[in-house]
C-alpha cells in the first residue's frame, strides 16, 4: 500500500500536549461562582462531564454566552467581564499550579522532530495566556530548546471550528494545508482543520471523548502512541525542498 505523504506537523497545545484542560474548567467554575451563583448548583450541574459533553476545546469567547444563559445570567453578567473575569482566573491558576504533558506527548514531539518534520505549535489561545501556560510546563523550556515556533490566535482571526487558526499556521510554516498532518484533541479543532483542507488525527481524552464519535471521525484514536503508531505505518514524511509550496 502506497504510503500517504505528509511536509509538516502542527500540534494542538491545550489537552493535547499539556494536561491544562481542567485548568480551563477550574476557572469557568470559579467564575460562576464569583458571579453569585451558588457553589453547590455550580458543582452539582456544571461538573466535569457536563463541560467535558459541552464545552471542552471550544475558544471561551464562542462559550461564554451559552455558559451565562445556562445559569440565567446573560441579562445579568456582561460578556466581557465574564471574559475578563475568567482570564483573571486562569491567570492565577496557570501561575500557581503545575501544568504537565498529557501521556505521549513528549514522546510524539520527538518522533517527528527526530525524522526531520517541520513542528509547530497552534493554539486557539491569545498571546497573553499561551506563554503563561508555557512557562508553567515542560513544554516552555521543551519549546525553546528546539526552537518550535507557537502560533497563537490573534485579532481578527476566528476561533476554531472556523480554520483561521490553521490557514495561518500553514502560511507560517511556508506550506500548503493540504500537506500538513495535525494532532488534536477537540472536536472544534478537528473541524477547524477538516475545513482548512488537513489531515486531522483526533485524540479523544476524558475531556473530548463524548463529541469525537467514531462513526463522524475519520481518523479517531485512543492516543497519541497509537496516532503515530499509525503515522509511522502509514504516512512518509516528504523531505523540505528550497520550494516549501510546490
Known sequence: MK????????????????????????????????QGVNPPEVEGRFTEQHYAAHYAGVSAETIAIPILCEFGLESIVAEMDFLRRRDEILDDLFRSEEINY???????LEYFISIG??????????????????????????????????????????????????LATAKELGYAPGDCLVFEDSRSGYDAAVAAGMTCFAIATKWTAPNLPEDEIENRYESLADAIKDVKQNYGLVQPSSDNTS
Open 3 to 34: 504510503r500517504k505523504q505528509f511536509k509538516a506537523v502542527i500540534f494542538d497545545i491545550d489537552g493535547l500536549l499539556l494536561d491544562s484542560e481542567i485548568l480551563q474548567y477550574k476557572a469557568w467554575v470559579q467564575n460562576l461562582k464569583d
Open 102 to 108: 498529557m501521556p505521549g506527548a513528549l514522546e510524539a
Open 117 to 166: 518534520a517541520p513542528v509547530i505549535l497552534a493554539t486557539s489561545g491569545d498571546g497573553y495566556e499561551t506563554p503563561l501556560k508555557l512557562a508553567g510546563s515542560p513544554l516552555g523550556e521543551y519549546v525553546k530548546e528546539k526552537g518550535l515556533k507557537v502560533v497563537v490566535r490573534k485579532q481578527g482571526i476566528k476561533g476554531k471550528p472556523e480554520p483561521d487558526i490553521f
